[in-house]
């Protein structure tokens, strides 16, 4: 059973910077796409920042390119996302995937497995 745990979420302020984490067991992870979303109170999820298995591509939704480094340490078989230049519209609970296959995508839909979330609170 493959199994997702994030940390790291928490209150920042507006400038602030953030790491997120997500543990991964149970699976290939480097053969895994993986994802980071969030969701918004009252607002459907949305994608954040996706990365390749082995090749480490990153994709990313315009609202954060340049402020977020989405990353993977596959020795360590874990997830990271740098967030830097926190704003408000960033809180969210924000939750890890995996996907069974490699190429970095961007829609929830195509991902296998997810996380619990993390919540990440920015207040002006």
């Known amino acids: 059973q493959e199994q997702l745990v994030e940390s790291g979420g928490g209150l920042a302020r507006v400038g602030d910077s953030l790491r997120l984490s997500c543990a991964a067991s149970?699976?290939?992870?480097?053969?895994?796409?993986m994802g980071w979303f969030r969701q918004a109170p009252g607002k459907e999820r949305e994608f954040v920042a996706s990365?390749?298995?082995?090749?480490?591509?990153?994709v990313y939704a315009d609202s954060v390119k340049g402020r977020f480094a989405i990353s993977r340490d596959n020795t360590k078989t874990t997830l990271y996302l740098e967030m830097n230049s926190l704003i408000p519209e960033d809180t969210g609970v924000y939750y890890c995937?995996?996907?069974?296959?490699?190429?970095?995508?961007?829609?929830?839909?195509?991902?296998?497995?997810w996380g619990q979330g993390t919540q990440v609170t920015v207040s002006s």
């Open positions: 990365i390749g298995g082995n090749t480490q591509t990153a």
């Open positions: 149970g699976g290939p992870f480097n053969k895994r796409a």
């Open positions: 995937a995996a996907r069974i296959a490699t190429q970095a995508v961007t829609a929830p839909n195509l991902f296998n497995y």
